[in-house]
Nanobody
Framework: QVQLEESGGSWVQTGGSLTLSCAAS????????MGWFRQVPGKEREFVAA????????HYADSVKGRFTISRDNTKNMVYLQMNSLKPEDTAIYHC???????????????????WGQGTQVTVSS
């Protein structure tokens, strides 16, 4: 069982930056693939970024590639999402997710993740 808690969401102007944090419980954190997804009310949840467990590969949605960076600290059970050059279309609730045994082709699929945080709101004004 893993519990996830996000923080760092805020209001920011276009072009600004934010860093989201996700704290995870559990002693086997390094084995988990950690993902960030976002959702706007009335729309489907959208993949943003993922960091696979031991091995460290990262993956990004095309819409955020070059602007967002996912990182993790396995000693602190933390995963981060550094967001730069924010745009109004980045406005959403951002959720942290965790899962094990996620194969490469599934890292962008929300159903592959077993554990989810409550989310943190990011609002980017134009």
């Amino acid at each position: 069982q893993v519990q996830l808690e996000e923080s760092g969401g805020s209001w920011v102007q276009t072009g600004g930056s934010l860093t989201l944090s996700c704290a995870a419980s559990g002693s086997t954190f390094r084995r988990y693939t950690m993902g960030w997804f976002r959702q706007v009310p009335g729309k489907e949840r959208e993949f943003v970024a993922a960091s696979r467990g031991s091995g460290g590969s990262t993956h990004y949605a095309d819409s955020v590639k070059g602007r967002f960076t996912i990182s993790r600290d396995n000693t602190k059970n933390m995963v981060y999402l550094q967001m730069n050059s924010l745009k109004p279309e980045d406005t959403a609730i951002y959720h942290c997710a965790a899962g094990t045994g996620i194969i490469l082709s599934q890292v962008r699929v929300d159903a592959a993740y077993s554990y989810w945080g409550q989310g943190t709101q990011v609002t980017v004004s134009s």
